[in-house]
């Protein structure tokens, strides 16, 4: 495994440098283990692309190349922003980590290409009344313990708006 630090990257292969960036996603990154082990997934399989060629050669033609390919393989706006997402975060941490200069080229290469809109598909949030609220903590259920954290749960949810997935992760 290559030390994520002072490694001359004029030398070192695309594959060679993705393993040390699956493992600083696994252990450093800001993002959730699912989102992180997402990310290097996402940068493994362009490691298939492009894996024998020395970063340094790695050119902005090429990330046109990839994402032209994306829009003609039909793939979802969701899908395109999430490999973008992983090869931006790749590319930063060529750049932050070992200070390569095409990592920044490309990075400037990679935010100039366009990215479909996602569509919502005239769907709008939806919130719930307050009677129905009342109606919810009413079932939630009396127990000493559960009750109890079900209704603050309930209520936070209630009065911030975050999701479900933010108040179990």
């Given at each position: 495994?290559?030390?994520?630090?002072?490694?001359?990257?004029?030398?070192?292969?695309?594959?060679?440098?993705?393993?040390?960036?699956?493992?600083?996603?696994?252990?450093?990154?800001?993002?959730?283990?699912?989102?992180?082990?997402r990310y290097a997934y996402?940068?493994?399989?362009?490691?298939?692309?492009?894996?024998?060629?020395?970063?340094?050669?790695?050119?902005?033609?090429?990330?046109?190349?990839?994402?032209?390919?994306?829009?003609?393989?039909?793939?979802?706006?969701?899908?395109?922003?999430?490999?973008?997402?992983?090869?931006?975060?790749?590319?930063?941490?060529?750049?932050?980590?070992?200070?390569?200069?095409?990592?920044?080229?490309?990075?400037?290469?990679?935010?100039?290409?366009?990215?479909?809109?996602?569509?919502?598909?005239?769907?709008?949030?939806?919130?719930?009344?307050?009677?129905?609220?009342?109606?919810?903590?009413?079932?939630?259920?009396?127990?000493?313990?559960?009750?109890?954290?079900?209704k603050a749960a309930l209520h936070f949810m209630?009065?911030?708006?975050?999701?479900?997935?933010?108040?179990?992760?």
């Amino acid at each position: 495994v290559l030390n994520p630090r002072f490694v001359d990257t004029s030398k070192v292969l695309f594959k060679e440098s993705v393993e040390g960036f699956a493992q600083y996603m696994g252990t450093s990154s800001s993002l959730s283990k699912v989102s992180a082990g997402r990310y290097a997934y996402e940068v493994r399989v362009l490691s298939k692309r492009w894996g024998d060629l020395p970063f340094e050669e790695l050119t902005p033609q090429q990330l046109l190349d990839w994402h032209q390919e994306l829009f003609n393989a039909g793939r979802a706006p969701g899908t395109i922003h999430q490999k973008h997402a992983a090869l931006r975060a790749f590319l930063q941490y060529m750049e932050d980590f070992h200070q390569d200069s095409n990592a920044t080229v490309l990075l400037r290469a990679l935010s100039k290409l366009k990215v479909p809109k996602r569509e919502n598909n005239g769907r709008k949030p939806y919130a719930i009344g307050s009677e129905v609220m009342e109606r919810v903590l009413e079932i939630t259920g009396n127990s000493p313990l559960l009750g109890v954290r079900d209704k603050a749960a309930l209520h936070f949810m209630w009065d911030t708006g975050v999701r479900r997935g933010e108040v179990v992760g």
